[in-house]
């Protein structure tokens, strides 16, 4: 439940992004914000599905 949640939060601030865009705004706080955001989310969703974090090596 808690990921579903986080989702709903990513896709809103992404909505966010792109409305301001589209009103001729330059990208503000909320676009940061997103992309640390999501590369969280993205994470966590990968270890709930078993894949763990990505590894270089």
């Known amino acids: 439940m808690r990921l579903w949640r986080e989702e709903q939060i990513r896709a809103w601030t992404s909505a966010r ?6 009103a ?5 706080p909320e676009s940061s914000i ?19 974090r990505w590894r270089i090596h």
């Open 17 to 22: 992004v792109r409305a301001g865009l589209k």
């Open 24 to 28: 001729g705004l330059p990208p503000g």
């Open 34 to 52: 997103g992309k640390v955001h999501g590369s969280e989310l993205t994470q966590r969703t990968r270890a709930a599905a078993g894949g763990g």
